[in-house]
């Protein structure tokens, strides 16, 4: 059915691991994002992206490395994972033109130890 | 993007109309009004948008002030399940305005 996945929903990761956040969509959406919410906050831009091979920085980038080679995927990489980032992760997709709204995946909870 | 501000939380009774306002007395003539809401820790929902007429649908109204620096989202006969954050952004559309920036939003209670 048409959204935006992510996965993994739950992930528990050691200081100094990397892995990469999965999000894909179905709905031919050129515009994809990352946020993260800490306990009680609101959500932070990380990084985002207007299309294929075009990304750009959010409000908290560092740490976090992404790309966008295909329409549908937007990944994000956690280079070196730090307590830090301990949260919750939401990836949002729009269509480029127009006064559409974002469409939020579920999210990934992710805890660094 | 303009920045706007809520009050951090609201009570409403069961049944009863919610009326959430948002300023964004900086809001420049090509950025759109955004709803959303966020139920307990799911994801973010999309309520409505509007750029300068009222709008309507079939979840709330939206009332965007002559001036444009305040809205107001209203959900006529609030239930329990709509207990959650409202978030009110502004956002340009088709001139790079993707860089999406939240609040800390509203914390509505729905009590019965």
């Known amino acids: 059915n048409a959204g935006v996945t992510q996965t993994p929903k739950f992930q528990v990761l050691k200081t100094g691991q990397s892995m990469t956040l999965q999000c894909a969509q179905d709905?031919?959406?050129?515009?994809m994002s990352w946020y993260r919410q800490d306990p009680g906050m609101g959500l932070r831009l990380i990084h985002y992206?207007?299309?294929?091979?075009?990304?750009d920085q959010g409000e908290v980038p560092n740490g976090y490395n992404v790309s966008r080679s295909t329409t549908e995927d937007f990944p994000l990489r956690l280079l070196s994972a730090a307590p830090s980032q301990t949260s919750v992760y939401f990836c949002?997709?729009?269509?480029?033109?127009?006064?559409?709204?974002?469409?939020f995946g579920s999210g990934t909870r992710l805890t660094v130890v | 993007d303009a920045k706007t501000t809520q009050p951090p939380s609201m009570d409403c009774a069961e049944g009863r109309a919610a009326n959430l306002p948002c300023n964004h007395s900086?809001?420049?003539?090509?950025?759109?009004v955004y709803w959303y809401r966020q139920i307990h820790s799911q994801g973010p929902q999309y309520i409505i948008h509007?750029?300068?007429n009222n709008e309507t649908n079939e979840m709330a109204s939206l009332i965007i002030t002559e001036d444009r620096k305040s809205s107001t989202l209203i959900l006529p006969h609030a239930t329990l399940r709509d207990t959650a954050v409202y978030y009110c952004?502004?956002?340009?559309?088709?001139?790079?305005?993707?860089?999406?920036?939240f609040g800390a939003g509203t914390r509505l209670f729905v009590k019965a």
């Open positions: 949002a997709s729009s269509y480029g033109r127009g006064s559409y709204g974002y469409t």
């Open positions: 709905m031919n959406h050129e515009y």
């Open positions: 992206s207007v299309g294929a091979g075009i990304t």
């Open positions: 900086t809001i420049s003539g090509n950025e759109y």
């Open positions: 509007g750029l300068k």
């Open positions: 952004i502004v956002r340009a559309i088709n001139t790079g305005g993707f860089k999406t920036i």
